[in-house]
């Protein structure tokens, strides 16, 4: 099913909540942009409030401390006006509601509300008191407002005082967008089918922008290079090529809107959104994965059993699966650890937007998913690149250490390949629009993270010294191994399969090589934590000062660094803190040594990153060992890691 065909079933489901605005305790929130929109609606930013009664009288006008956003009607044409003048049916800017200010406006403006306030008595009331009296000299002579050239552009929002009844906007009232939308919506008969397959009445003329706030002039549907011969041989004009019914316009932009608010990843002009389209069922039994561990999976993306509500937009946000976006948006911002899955009966759909251009939204990525299927993909690729990555939890003594089986996000990522630290730069924001985009076509579509990226990952972390903290590095190196790991296992060539555990039969030379680096790393940084009792425990060790030259010229370089920690296997020898640990390093090394191809350890060719899995591996089993020394044990190396 095509994504517009989704978006208008989706509507169905949700137009229940049109219009409707959730509450917010906090007074910064801009709900109203939140809120889908009732057809024939827009937002307007407002910036004065007048308050009349049912006699046609101005009963109050202020000037708001901040800006403020609300929902009023509009027509097509207002919706996307430009420089001719175009008046809202209600809430407008001030020049046009007061003639004083430009009276070609404000004429347009009456002349509108004329023709579809009936015998409403608020509609009536305001249009009694706009004809007759001037908002501007009103709000200046009895309640000494002030107004400059500019303010005539803000927007003005009106209230209603009636008897017995709280003030309230007349914008929000039932009963007024009840009848701006009889009053604007077709009538008479359908001409035929518009090309998504519904009713015909109208053609639209003006497609809406603002579907992506950081992207405001950005449409993702428009018709309106006539000069550009677009249509020339195919299509006589604009409306051939694009026919379009204007209801059906507005419940896809709607909705797209509301989705894109609600349920979207937003990265500088991008937008990253997730949905269900069918109404979801009770949860169903978690998919088999073969091949999957149990502790990587994914509980933390199921959603809680659907509870009935009453709330039309809490209906909205759990038929649409908002909880499992917010949720999807936290895997590529951060991590989780699961311990099970479980889902909900639904099609999910995927979707990326991205400005084209100043005036084009474009879809970057579209993908439909079957129950089951998502999550299934999800899991895999979790279990594909996930490792033991070590995070920093600040508690009240300062920081702890933890170690997290979890997949790497996409902000580390970025910052493993790209090295960006200004966050707030163009470059950063590119960067993150385009990984984010690649991991996502990588995460649903079966495919390996792109052989690009390795590469930068690899030729960062093999440079520890670059780094400002060790720690940093430490995260860097993790993340790394896991993208690696999946790289090599989806190329295995029938070789053995990579895990997070290490591997004492694997014979390849470079994980062999890896191998032998942290044994070196972790003794000497023992031996060092040991004879200075602390004080030297973070002094780079020779494996890491040695590491970026150890990688081009594996062989030179392990000799040199052996000959450099060979005075440390004497200290340790001779040691009684150390001896024990030391013979088993000495042990370990010779059991390595065994597995190599005489040939290939000789060989000085330069390492590829199945190393760092092997040093990493080598690390991680080191720090698992048992000793019987108090001060041993004390120190684990993996502090380092």
């Known amino acids: 099913m095509d994504i517009w065909t989704n978006l208008l079933n989706t509507y169905e489901h949700i137009k229940p909540a049109s219009g409707l605005v959730e509450s917010s305790d906090n007074p910064h929130d801009d709900v109203a942009n939140q809120a889908l929109l009732p057809l024939n609606h827009m937002t307007l930013k407002v910036s004065f409030e007048a308050t009349i009664n049912l006699q046609g009288e101005l009963v ?42 430009d009276a070609d406006k404000a004429r347009l403006y009456l002349e509108q509300l004329n023709q579809w306030k009936g015998d409403n008595a608020i509609l009536n009331a305001l249009y009694s008191y706009l004809t007759q009296h001037s908002l501007t000299k009103d709000a200046t002579e009895r309640f000494n407002e002030t107004f400059t050239d500019k303010d005539h552009k803000l927007g003005v929002s009106f209230l209603i005082e009636e008897p017995d009844t709280a003030i309230q906007a007349i914008a929000d009232k039932p009963e007024i967008r009840e009848q701006w939308i009889a009053f604007s919506s077709h009538h008479g008969h359908a001409v035929g089918k518009d090309m998504f397959g519904q009713d015909f009445y109208t053609q639209v003329e003006n497609f809406p922008k603002n579907i992506v706030s950081t992207a405001g002039n950005a449409k993702v549907l428009s018709a309106n290079d006539s000069s550009g011969f677009t249509f020339r041989g195919r299509f006589a004009n604009r409306d051939e090529a694009l026919s379009i019914d204007s209801l059906t316009s507005q419940k896809i932009h709607n909705t797209l809107r509301w989705l894109v608010r609600t349920h979207g990843l937003i990265t500088d002009t991008q937008a990253i959104v997730i949905w269900q389209v069918a109404k979801p069922q009770l949860p169903v039994d978690e998919p088999e994965i073969s091949g999957i561990a149990k502790p990587v999976t994914l509980s933390w993306l199921a959603v ?115 090295g960006t630290a200004d966050q707030t730069s163009k470059r950063y924001k590119q960067l993150k629009r385009v990984t984010r985009q690649l991991l996502i076509e990588c995460m649903f579509s079966a495919k390996p993270v792109p052989r690009a990226i390795l590469e930068e990952t690899f030729n960062h972390v093999k440079h520890p010294l670059s780094y400002d903290k060790l720690s940093t590095w430490q995260t860097d190196l993790a993340v790394t191994c896991g993208l690696w790991k999946q790289y090599y296992n989806l190329n295995n060539n029938n070789r053995r399969e990579i895990t997070m555990a290490l591997d004492e039969e694997r014979t390849d030379r470079d994980y062999l090589y890896g191998r032998l680096l942290a044994l070196a790393d972790c003794f000497e940084e023992r031996v060092l934590y040991v004879r200075g009792n602390g004080t030297n425990a973070n002094r780079a060790t020779n494996a890491l000062r040695f590491m970026n030259n150890y990688s081009a010229h594996p062989f030179e370089t392990y000799n040199t660094i052996r000959n450099k920690i060979n005075p440390y296997i004497e200290y340790g020898k001779s040691n009684p803190r150390l001896v024990r640990f030391t013979q088993r390093i000495c042990n370990t090394i010779d059991e390595v040594m065994d597995r190599f191809n005489p040939k290939e350890y000789e060989s000085d060719e330069a390492l590829s990153a199945l190393y760092l899995l092997g040093y990493s591996h080598q690390r991680r089993n080191i720090a698992g060992w048992s000793t019987n020394s108090n001060e041993e044990a004390k120190h684990n190396p993996e502090s380092a890691e």
């Open 60 to 101: 109050n006008f202020k000037h708001l401390g901040k800006t403020q956003t609300v929902i009023i009607p509009c027509t097509e044409a207002s919706m996307g006006r430009t420089s001719k003048p175009v008046p809202h049916p209600l809430c407008d800017q001030l020049h046009y509601l007061d003639a004083t200010l």
């Open 304 to 418: 809680d059993q659907l509870i009935t509500s009453n709330n039309p937009v809490e209906e909205a946000q759990q038929v649409t699966y908002q909880e499992f976006a917010k949720k999807f948006a936290k895997l590529l911002q951060g991590h989780h650890s699961p311990n099970f899955m479980s889902q909900h009966e639904g099609r999910i759909v995927i979707l990326i937007l991205d400005a084209a251009s100043t005036g084009r939204l474009s879809v970057r990525y579209y993908r439909e998913l079957q129950p089951k299927e998502y999550l299934e993909n999800l899991a895999r690729w979790h279990a594909n690149i996930a490792w033991d990555i070590p995070r920093y939890k600040k508690t009240d003594d300062g920081y702890k250490r933890e170690i997290i089986t979890s997949s790497p996000s996409s902000d580390d990522i970025i910052r493993v390949a790209f």
